[in-house]
């Protein structure tokens, strides 16, 4: 699996360490990005990091991300993304009991998104 290079990891790691769940430093001028510690398993935590807009009141996931961080190793693996208004959700890995399930080619382009 394909995991966030050192640079977009460091951002990452910068991001959960102010241990909010919503930064927003931006006065209007962007949308505030949520960060959510989303499960947690025996080798992984998963994190999501959002935009989020509305939408006759609804909140529009604008885009979503989830990553799973290894414990071990400590890298970043996007697995999934998620882009309301677009009416766009992908899953490049499942974890099952049988094993994981991984779509390289798509796993890889949420590598670089």
């Known amino acids: 699996m394909k995991t966030l290079n050192r640079k977009a990891s460091e951002i990452l790691r910068g991001l959960l360490a102010l241990q909010t769940a919503k930064i927003d430093n931006s006065d209007g001028?962007?949308?505030?990005?949520?960060?959510?510690?989303?499960?947690?398993?025996?080798?992984?935590?998963?994190?999501?990091?959002?935009?989020y807009g509305r939408q006759n009141g609804d909140a529009m996931r604008d885009p979503e991300m989830i990553f799973a961080l290894h414990k071990?190793?400590?890298q970043f693996i996007p697995y999934y993304y998620r882009n309301d208004y677009m009416g766009m959700e992908q899953y490049s890995v499942r974890w099952t009991n049988e094993g994981i399930l991984l779509n390289r080619r798509l796993q890889a382009d949420h590598t670089v998104r």
Not at 32 to 38: F, G, M, T, W, Y
């Open 72 to 74: 071990e190793s400590q």
């Open 29 to 51: 001028v962007y949308m505030p990005v949520h960060i959510e510690l989303i499960d947690r398993t025996e080798k992984y935590n998963h994190i999501s990091l959002a935009h």
